[in-house]
């Protein structure tokens, strides 16, 4: 037997989701040096900057991590985001079997198994194909793991037609909440169709065929759906988060850093809203109103939405005074900066950096649990967001601004968010003895966040765990 292993990992072309997985390569061949990881990349048929990140990854990880990039496919436009994607996944099902049987005759390691993304779990029929385990990476919460599966078993276990529950006043005893939750929040909607409901859920089908389920948190974080995952006939999970990629960019790459550095500590709002967060004109200039209103000090990351009926990211503007009030820029000078892109950890690393107005994105959530800044939750894309949105909600982590804005990466969206509600959420962050608790609150779960990875922690001891089974195959 092979004194060395291998596993591949399947991540889908979605920064976000790729970076938690590299991640969670270098954590497995830090802790144990007989294990090897090839990660196959695919690339969607849009410009995604995937190729320049990869470019950037391979000259800063481990020798035992290696990519293989895949073949650019073109499939047809459908008619979501989640049909595209899954059709965009079925095109490349040839094209990794390809790579896992070159990988099997090449490599000196014994492949011990395939460990897939949340939404790439159509590729466990590529490990029954080779006879090896499979394990499915969750980059989001234990939350969601439960919320899936719970639906699921309400649709496939007991014929409940979850679609009859669209847009009424029903509500799901979810487990993994203190509250029941509105239905509405996660079933079909405008926005969230009968399909992609059957699609999502199909996921949640996949996750009950494998081995177990490897979720981007941290049991001190969500006990409540660690506890509740044990009575929805998941897999082993191994709660191994939070994983994060937290090297602050030097300051060359970072044009603002010298006017964070000139402010007082724990004074700058940040609004970032991830790699696809973008606004039409009319709710930019309703922010803009806002943070004028408020008076706070304020950095915005402010991008481009995509062509409408588009798949693809946002972008820079060339000058974003084209979607800001007349005079903004000049008016705001002395309390605020107006960038494109935000290097997020760098910024969320800074003293200077008082509250972080987010889209509720999990990697951004945890990132600004890691650092110790409150939140203001303005969640935008359905269910992995308001998953992330009910939790730091409730734990007293996050004020909100408005929890039902849902949008469509092809179609935007038709909620309208007004200055008064934004600016009404950043003064619950930023004043008052209620931010004060929430300021303490965001302290204390940061200390825990890092000590689940020390020895001993949670997270550290269920990594063990993970690699003991992957050595008893």
Not at 56 to 69: G, K, N
Not at 279 to 285: A, G, P, S
Not at 310 to 327: F, H, R, S, W
Not at 430 to 451: D, F, T
Request: glycine letters at 6%; one cysteine or more.
């Amino acid at each position: 037997m092979s004194s060395k292993s291998e596993l591949v990992f399947i991540p889908p072309p979605i920064l976000g989701h790729l970076v938690s997985m590299v991640e969670m390569a270098k954590l497995l061949v830090d802790r144990d040096n007989r294990l090897s990881v090839t990660v196959l990349i695919m690339k969607f048929p849009f410009d995604s900057k995937i190729d320049s990140h990869v470019e950037s990854l391979t000259t800063s990880v481990a020798a035992r991590i290696r990519f293989v990039l895949l073949p650019r496919q073109n499939p047809s436009p459908e008619a979501s985001a989640m049909a595209f994607f899954k059709q965009f996944m079925e095109s490349h099902k040839a094209d990794i079997q390809e790579a896992v049987r070159d990988l099997s005759a090449s490599s000196s390691a014994r492949l011990k198994g395939l460990v897939v993304d949340m939404f790439c779990t159509s590729m466990v029929d590529v490990a029954v194909e080779f006879g090896i385990p499979s394990y499915v990476f969750i980059p989001s919460g234990m939350a969601l793991v439960g919320l899936m599966l719970y639906l699921q078993s309400l649709q496939d276990e007991q014929h409940m037609d979850l679609t009859r529950l669209k847009g009424s006043d029903a509500e799901l005893d979810f487990p993994c909440f203190a509250n029941p939750l509105p239905a509405a929040k996660f079933l079909p909607s405008e926005v969230f169709t009968k399909e992609d409901c059957r699609i999502f859920l199909g996921h949640a089908q996949r996750f009950r065929e494998t081995k177990g389920i490897l979720v981007n948190t941290f049991a001190e974080l969500e006990p409540r759906a660690v506890e509740a995952l044990a009575g929805l006939g998941a897999p082993r999970v191994y709660p191994v988060g939070p994983i994060l990629n937290i090297k602050v960019e030097s300051k060359k790459d970072f044009e603002i850093q010298d006017w964070l550095d000139e402010q007082p500590d724990a004074s700058v709002v940040f609004l970032c809203f991830g790699s696809y967060g973008s606004f039409e004109e009319d709710q930019v200039k309703e922010i803009a109103c806002a943070l004028e209103r408020s008076g706070y000090r304020f950095l915005w990351s402010l991008r481009r939405p995509p062509t409408k009926g588009k798949l693809e990211a946002p972008y820079d503007y060339a000058d974003p005074a084209e979607v800001l009030p007349k005079g903004f820029i000049g008016r705001t000078t002395s309390v605020g900066r107006v960038i494109g892109w935000a290097p997020q950890v760098a910024v969320l690393a800074h003293r200077a950096i008082g509250g972080f107005v987010s889209h509720c994105g999990w990697n951004s959530t945890l990132e600004s649990i890691w650092f110790g800044v409150p939140m203001v939750a303005w969640p935008q894309y359905a269910e992995q967001q308001f998953n992330a949105f009910e939790l730091v909600v409730e734990l007293g982590l996050a004020a909100e601004i408005k929890m039902d804005f849902r949008k469509d990466l092809t179609k935007g969206s038709n909620v309208f968010v007004t200055a008064d509600e934004i600016d009404g959420g950043i003064r619950k962050l930023m004043e008052g003895e209620e931010a004060g608790e929430r300021r303490k609150k965001v302290k204390e779960v940061s200390e825990k966040s890092k000590q689940a990875l020390m020895e001993g922690g949670s997270s550290y001891l269920s990594l063990a765990h993970f690699i003991e089974d992957v050595w008893s195959q």
